[in-house]
């Protein structure tokens, strides 16, 4: 069974920083690509950022690029979102994914990701 707990999120004031985390057990972490998305109260999900299965290339949305960074650790089988000048429009719950297709680049739509982890919310403050 395939299982992705995120966790690290909080309520934090505008400007500040928090480290979001997603450890993937059940299935090879490590050959698939990993996302990051987000849900605000009545608002679609949406694409925050991505990872390649090796690591090397990152793909991010507009309204993150230049604040969020998304990184993996293969020996951990976890996944990471730093995010750095949060602000009040950032607040979502926000949900990592694994990619249903393995040794594939990063993925920018939520039909690419087969396995989603429940949630954890990310409220920005003013």
């Known amino acids: 069974q395939v299982q992705l707990v995120e966790s690290g999120g909080g309520l934090v004031q505008a400007g500040d920083s928090l480290r979001l985390s997603c450890v993937v057990s059940g299935r090879s972490f490590s050959n698939y690509p990993m996302g990051w998305f987000r849900q605000a109260p009545g608002k679609e999900r949406e694409f925050v950022a991505s990872?390649?299965?090796?690591?090397?290339?990152?793909y991010y949305a507009d309204s993150v690029k230049g604040r969020f960074t998304i990184s993996r650790d293969n020996v951990k089988n976890t996944v990471y979102l730093q995010m750095n000048s949060l602000k009040p429009e950032d607040t979502a719950a926000y949900y990592c994914?694994?990619?249903?297709?393995?040794?594939?680049?990063?993925?920018?739509?939520?039909?690419?990701?087969?396995?989603w982890g429940q949630g954890t919310q990310v409220t920005v403050s003013t």
């Open positions: 990872i390649s299965w090796s690591g090397d290339i990152t």
């Open positions: 994914a694994q990619g249903a297709f393995a040794f594939a680049g990063p993925r920018r739509r939520r039909d690419e990701y087969n396995y």
